[in-house]
């Protein structure tokens, strides 16, 4: 696959990518899952991470990936772009790791990466 500039898109890497960060968004409010990432390894970086994968997925798997996943993925990025510095849910304190697993948007934005990763296929924890 070739993505818009002519360069080779690795789609396995991409979605293998998302898939770990959305694993450690959704360890935030289950820590059943198993991520190769974490969050305590800060929010910021799993944002700004969460944010170039889901640009990829968009920009060069959009054909490919289902609407409801899509959506799904859409509520995350607008939730973590409105805890953003300048965003209307932005305060001081709300990327601290400490108090996330508290926090009413880490916990809508670990519930819905839970949404994304059954949508992807990831079985259902016990």
């Known amino acids: ?7 080779e898109v690795d789609r396995g890497w991409i979605l293998t990518s998302l898939r770990e960060v959305l694993e450690a968004f959704a360890s935030i409010v289950d820590p059943a899952f198993d991520s190769r990432r974490s969050y305590a390894d800060g929010l910021d970086e799993l944002a700004l ?23 799904i993925l859409q509520e995350i990025n607008d939730r973590l772009s ?33 949404k ?8 259902p924890l016990p």
């Open 1 to 7: 696959m070739v993505n818009k500039h002519g360069g």
């Open 49 to 71: 991470d969460f944010d170039n994968f889901h640009s990829a997925v968009v920009g060069n798997l959009g054909a490919e990936i289902d609407l409801r996943l899509r959506g």
């Open 82 to 114: 409105a805890m953003s510095l300048g965003g209307r849910l932005f305060r001081e304190g709300l990327w601290d790791v400490d108090g996330c697993q508290r926090d009413e948007n880490w916990i809508f934005v670990g519930r819905t990466a839970r």
């Open 116 to 123: 994304a990763l059954l949508s992807m296929g990831r079985p």
